[in-house]
């Protein structure tokens, strides 16, 4: 069925930027909202942003509005992470997220759930 597969993590330096990818396969991927979220060591999942099927994003901390983008391509089935500045605060798995009614900020609201990858910043 439906599947979603993180890649893109890695060790990178305070300050540097990264770039995730989400892959979707099955069903209609235009029809689903996508999310990200991040786990960090020790901390509870928490949302980092969101995009809905029309391309609309979501975020709620300005930290996360001012270093990173979402965005879709729907002619590929992927969904992207653009993060820059990174901070060691950042450390955390990321999963990409999909939703078949709406983007929101908490993890019901989303159906299906990649593995996540994940990404550390050494400072």
């Known amino acids: 069925q439906v599947q979603l597969v993180e890649s893109g993590g890695g060790l990178v330096q305070a300050g540097d930027s990264l770039t995730l990818s989400c892959e979707f396969s099955?069903?209609?991927?235009?029809?689903?909202?996508v999310g990200w979220f991040r786990r960090a060591p020790g901390k509870e999942r928490e949302f980092v942003i969101g995009?809905?099927?029309?391309?609309?994003?979501?975020a709620d901390l300005d930290s996360i509005k001012s270093r990173f983008t979402i965005s879709r391509d729907n002619s590929k089935n992927m969904v992207y992470l653009q993060m820059n500045s990174l901070k060691s605060e950042d450390t955390a798995v990321y999963y990409c997220?999909?939703?078949?009614?709406?983007?929101?900020?908490?993890?019901?609201?989303?159906?299906?759930w990649g593995q996540g990858t994940p990404v550390t910043v050494s400072s």
């Open positions: 099955g069903r209609a991927f235009s029809s689903y909202a």
């Open positions: 995009v809905s099927w029309s391309g609309d994003s979501l």
């Open positions: 997220a999909a939703s078949e009614d709406y983007v929101g900020n908490t993890a019901h609201e989303y159906d299906y």
